[in-house]
């Protein structure tokens, strides 16, 4: 067998480590096993069947944290994957296996970064830190939330983090992601009265009395973006009512809706409107609110200026911002006040059956993790 480099050959162990969410399999005790081993003091967070782990290495200056997930989603049919999920393999320069983009790759050049750069650098500047959970792909209420609730709570600085998300969309590092959208959904009853059709004076429709209101809404002009988000937009994704017979006027309409929006409003905002345009029309209904999170940024700086050099020296391209796709972790950790953004390999495959990634592009991921590092604390020339 080719002999691996240090991040593949982390990556196959975790790979080989079947993590279905909430379960970790044990890749947290690989994780934290390696950064103990190079002076991390590492803070373990279980909240109820989610692990988490808290651990970093300086005591003063600049904290900078990788951030990252070691659960993934199901492998689907089994029969269909050219491997075993959970049996990586190398195929044609690709790593298979589930996890291999999403994000046990970027984990393993994440560790094996910092402990080149330890390595080269053992008394270096600033402090560096590990925040991962196992809770990520799932319902994310006992993990990197209630890490950072923690966090907050004892005044825990951390300035910067690279959360190690699959951004990259057509080659290594052509996309860095600097900040979220918002997201939250709506749970809409709409009531009126049940009834023969031929008697609509006996009935109350609740088609007939959302449909200015959901027109109203969809309608609505929330924002116009800024130059990092869209405008802030709203999608009906479900609307039912009626018994299935052709002769009867529904007594209720169920209907539910998605915001994802920009950093030029909040969720209070948001829903202050919405109550407005139902209560305007006069409807009787109740909502139930599901909140995934507020919108976060990180405008150029520092911690921008130095992961855009590090892909620039290693890849040789110069990377495109974007707020693009849904949610991440990095929603919750920028409650610190932190400056986040996430890069982590190409995302053609992640979730599906025969998730693979270019082999190479891993031991690229891990020199532009270290190289980061270096701009941040060993090159004084970067924006502050």
Known sequence: MTLLSPTLELAFDLISRPSVTPEDAGCQDVMIKRLEKIGFSVEKMPFGDVKNFYAKRGKSGPNICFAGHTDVVPTGPEANWKVPPFSPQIIDGYLYGRGAADMKGSLA??????????LANPDHDGQISFLITSDEEGPFVDGTTRVVDKLMERGEKVDWCIVGEPSSTNTLGDIIKNGRRGSFSGDLTIYGKQGHVAYPHLAINPIHLSVPAITELTNTHWDDGNEFFPPTSFQVSNINAGTGATNVVPGTLHT???????????FAAIKEKIIQVLDKHQLNYDIQWTYNGEPFLTRPGKLVDAITLAVEQTANITPELSTSGGTSDGRFIAKLGTQVVELGPVNATIHQVNESVEAESLNQLAIIYQRTLENLFLNNTLTK
């Not at 050049?109 to 330890?118: H, K």
């Open 256 to 266: 539910q809706f998605n915001l994802r929006f920009s950093s030029e409003l909040n």
């Open 109 to 118: 050049a994440m560790i094996t970064a910092v402990e080149e750069f330890v």
